[in-house]
């Protein structure tokens, strides 16, 4: 993430946008249960970024991040973070 972001504005971007992380979340979670592949998935993330191109640089890295950890957050393997 860029030098621009201080932590103020990045505490307002993750509370303006924790209600779409959140339903990404949810989202990965019932693909993976349907049995998604891990493509499925980062075509997911990619959808994500590729249609919100009008985002602040600053602010589509710091949502990239948070959607990357959402989706690892819901991942069922050794390292299970949930």
């Keep these: 993430m860029g030098e621009t972001m201080d932590t103020k504005t990045r505490a307002i971007v993750l509370i303006k946008y924790k209600p779409m992380i959140e339903g990404f979340k949810n989202a990965i979670a019932e693909e993976k249960r349907k049995g998604a592949s891990r493509a499925r998935l980062a075509a997911?993330?990619?959808?994500?970024?590729?249609?919100?191109?009008?985002?602040?640089?600053?602010?589509?890295?710091?949502?990239?991040?948070?959607?990357?950890?959402?989706?690892?957050?819901?991942?069922?393997?050794?390292?299970r973070a949930q």
């Design 44 to 79: 997911m993330l990619d959808y994500v970024e590729s249609t919100s191109s009008d985002l602040d640089p600053d602010v589509m890295e710091l949502m990239r991040i948070e959607l990357t950890e959402a989706a690892k957050a819901t991942h069922r393997g050794p390292k």
